[in-house]
């Protein structure tokens, strides 16, 4: 499988963090080489924040990345401030109900989902980012889907588990979205 | 072994600690080590042992003096300007030759500085952090699985050796999660402390734990035979890892999370035919002097990639003797070098130039 190197981007406290915890911890489940490193500080409260994760079949050199192959993203400045970082051939999820603005790289492949939107209207507010995880997995195939639901349970606290269908549910509504 | 978990450094540190035996922590909070703290504060409670926030940094490391006084393994965590605050109580340590756990998440400085990673506290842990002749042992771990690895060794030859051990990360090393396979509960210090002060229900003389000593004849004596100690230390304890060396012409010197990020510009530079390698320092004192003495005869230059503006690099020139270029690629005030800013350096010295 080839090396995934993923930026998850947007403001904080839209999950970012957690969807990038909930491929790791597939990343682990699947013993695959991989790091998670957030940003952390005073952007974890309101700004800019980000998350990198890379999942390898080789040993993981600097966990920071640089170049994403993959690049989920939930808000304009960070489209701004990734946009050019992707590799050629790099793919680009957006949340198009947040980001305003088309990407301008030709070189890339780019989803619009309307994640925000979609989140609302299904009654499961604030899971915008697992519906965009849904449509990365379907085109990317970083994780597999059967360790998907193990990897979810690891990442819900324990008190928020009944959340987990609802989580589900965001990823199903990500993977089927056209 | 246990199953392979994911955790962040910081929390790997944590546990590796409560594994290895120590069962009392000392804390104050500061970013980005928090999540050490945060987690002996969940656990110790369950398992019998002590978590104290105290009132400062200064308060906890002097707390960390008087558990270690009686022979119990206690440590305390911070990051950079709280580490400068308990240099007081760490030279206090070394001087009563007690043993102790110290963990340094290093942020960029000086003063408060900033909140970002930074390898600037080089200088300050190599040479003996507090006043007076003295050392403490150096880690400097490159991923989580060896934040816990050498969590459990720096307990472990702190007793053994009677002297204080820091484990230097940095924000990044902290942070950042990655599988980890921890090791199964066990001692990692020995029971028998017969220096410790544990009440001599009147079958032994008084042990006495203090700094304090007016007689320069006694006072020179007990800074000998800890300089014999470290001699030992020296020549039985330093670790380092040698990446690509064999053919090597140019020879990166980078520890922690700078030699992670030398790794991927040394696979680019293979690509392009570059024959580069690396020593990593695993202990930073002791500092691997003689394989860099005998890497410096094979390579035609070294680079240093650090966090700081060159303060290892000084160790480095002084190993070498100075027989070869030392080249340095730094970035500091919590910027983090790119594998890009690594390989540009790297090309410079292979065509013969000084970056």
């Given at each position: 499988m080839a090396e995934h190197e993923i930026v998850i981007a947007g403001f904080g406290g839209q999950g970012l963090l957690f969807t990038g915890k909930v491929l790791a911890y597939a990343g682990l489940l699947e013993k695959r080489q991989l790091s998670w490193l957030p940003s952390y500080g005073p952007e974890m409260r309101g700004g800019t924040a980000n998350c990198n994760v890379i999942l390898s079949d080789k040993t993981v050199g600097s966990p920071i990345v640089q170049n994403p192959n993959v690049l989920i993203v939930m808000n304009n400045p960070s489209l701004d401030k990734y946009e050019n970082a992707v590799v050629p051939g790099g793919k680009i999820f957006l949340d198009s109900t947040l980001i305003t603005r088309k990407v301008e790289r030709t070189d890339v492949d780019v989803f619009y989902i309307p994640a925000t939107q979609m989140a609302t209207d299904m009654g499961i507010h604030g899971l915008a980012n697992m519906i965009l995880l849904g449509a990365v997995i379907r085109e990317t195939?970083?994780?597999?889907e059967e360790t998907l639901p193990e990897a979810l349970h690891h990442v819900i606290p324990a008190r928020k588990a009944d959340l987990f269908d609802y989580n589900m549910k965001a990823i199903q509504a990500g993977k089927d979205y056209r | 072994m246990k199953e392979t978990v994911l955790m962040k450094g910081n929390e790997a540190i944590a546990e590796a600690a409560i594994l290895a035996g120590c069962r009392h922590y000392f804390g104050y909070p500061i970013t980005p080590q928090t999540e050490v703290a945060a987690y002996m504060a969940k656990k110790m409670p369950k398992i019998g042992g002590t978590f104290l926030q105290a009132e400062s940094e200064i308060a906890a490391i002097n707390m960390v003096y008087g558990a270690a006084s009686t022979g119990k393994p206690a440590m305390t965590s911070s990051s950079s300007p709280g580490i400068a605050l308990k240099c007081e109580g760490i030279s206090y340590l070394a001087g009563a030759d007690l043993p102790a756990l110290i963990v340094n998440v290093q942020r960029g400085g000086p003063g408060l500085g900033g909140i970002q990673p930074s390898q600037a506290d080089y200088f300050l842990v190599t040479r003996g952090p507090g006043h007076g002749d003295f050392h403490v042992l150096v880690f400097a771990p490159a991923s989580v699985q060896e934040m816990a690895d050498l969590t459990g060794r720096a307990l472990h030859l702190a007793w053994k050796y009677r002297m204080p051990a820091m484990l230097l990360a940095d924000g990044t090393m902290g942070q950042m999660m990655e599988p980890v396979q921890l090791p199964e509960p066990h001692n990692a210090f020995g029971t028998d402390n017969p220096w410790a002060t544990t009440g001599t229900e009147l079958k032994r003389p008084h042990n006495i734990i203090n700094s304090l000593e007016l007689s320069p004849e006694k006072l020179e004596q007990n800074n000998f035979s800890r300089y014999e100690r470290y001699r030992q230390v020296e020549e039985n304890e330093t670790l380092w890892e040698e990446y690509l060396m064999d053919d090597a012409r140019i020879c990166i010197v980078a520890c922690g999370i700078t030699a992670r990020i030398s790794r991927n510009a040394i696979a680019e530079a293979r690509k392009e035919g570059i024959k580069v390698g690396m020593i990593r320092p695993i202990t930073l004192w002791p500092f691997p002097k003689a394989p860099l003495a005998r890497a410096a005869e094979q390579v035609d230059s070294l680079l240093c990639v650090e966090m700081n503006m060159g303060q290892m690099k000084e160790d480095v020139v002084l190993a070498i003797r100075c027989q070869k270029p030392v080249d340095l690629c730094a970035r500091v005030g919590g910027m983090i070098p790119t594998p890009d800013e690594v390989l540009a350096h790297i090309r410079t010295l292979a065509k013969g130039g000084n970056a």
């Open positions: 195939a970083c994780i597999r | -």
